[in-house]
T-cell receptor, first 113, second 115 residues
Framework: GENVEQHPSTLSVQEGDSAVIKCTYS??????FPWYKQELGKRPQLIID?????GEKKDQRIAVTLNKTAKHFSLHITETQPEDSAVYFC????????????FGSGTQLTVLP | DSGVTQTPKHLITATGQRVTLRCSPR?????VYWYQQSLDQGLQFLIQ???????AKGNILERFSAQQFPDLHSELNLSSLELGDSALYFC??????????????FGQGTRLTVV
């Protein structure tokens, strides 16, 4: 089955700086890679996703990049703000059916004011 | 509101007991996932059901079981509870979107405390 590894487990950045979270996956059949944000005490929520036929996707201050050859994908947050502080999870799955999403172990991002 | 409903929100029980967690997926979603999130841990996949049938199993203990009913709601049964079972249990439902991707919508979770 799929195995997703996520690094770092914790990340602290100064407000206004950029943050990068990296994930690797094992199953070459995976072609859909969502990112979820979980604020303290709340449910994980989808913030951005990317498919394997795309190398990069941006949505305002967040972007995801995908290197299918190397089987890794990354989340980039620019101009970080205190409200970006949360746990971020990457995930991977073969699309085309409602199959199991395999999540990374999560990254606790803290944005320091 | 994600449209996924989990009950109860909080549950406190003693070691050795048995509890049932309930999840109602979003309308039209056929797939239900159960995840366990312990303190400072990520989302550990337990089990997935799709249209009433078990589709995938993760790190689910033998003391735990689940099922999905004809109306698509799901129950996670945890028995012979141990202190280490204290965690936040999330249910998520998912469906294939128009673009073919799978988006999971999470419920608010059930916080289980075993004392």
């Amino acid at each position: 089955g799929e195995n997703v590894e996520q690094h770092p487990s914790t990340l602290s950045v100064q407000e206004g700086d950029s943050a990068v979270i990296k994930c690797t996956y094992s199953d070459s059949a995976s072609n859909y890679f969502p990112w979820y944000k979980q604020e303290l005490g709340k449910r994980p929520q989808l913030i951005i996703d990317i498919r394997s036929n795309v190398g990069e996707k941006k949505d305002q201050r967040i972007a995801v990049t995908l290197n299918k050859t190397a089987k890794h994908f990354s989340l980039h947050i620019t101009e970080t703000q205190p409200e970006d502080s949360a746990v971020y999870f990457c995930a991977a799955t073969p699309s085309g059916s409602a199959r199991q999403l395999t999540f990374g172990s999560g990254t606790q991002l803290t944005v320091l004011p | 509101d994600s449209g996924v409903t989990q009950t109860p929100k909080h549950l406190i029980t003693a070691t050795g007991q048995r509890v049932t967690l309930r999840c109602s997926p979003r309308s039209g979603d056929l797939s239900v996932y159960w995840y366990q999130q312990s303190l400072d841990q990520g989302l550990q996949f337990l089990i997935q059901y799709y249209n009433g049938e078990e589709r995938a199993k993760g790190n689910i203990l033998e003391r735990f079981s689940a099922q999905q009913f004809p109306d698509l709601h799901s129950e996670l049964n945890l028995s012979s509870l141990e202190l280490g079972d204290s965690a936040l249990y999330f249910c998520a439902s998912a469906t294939r979107g128009r673009d073919g991707n799978t988006e999971a919508f999470f419920g608010q979770g059930t916080r289980l405390t075993v004392v």
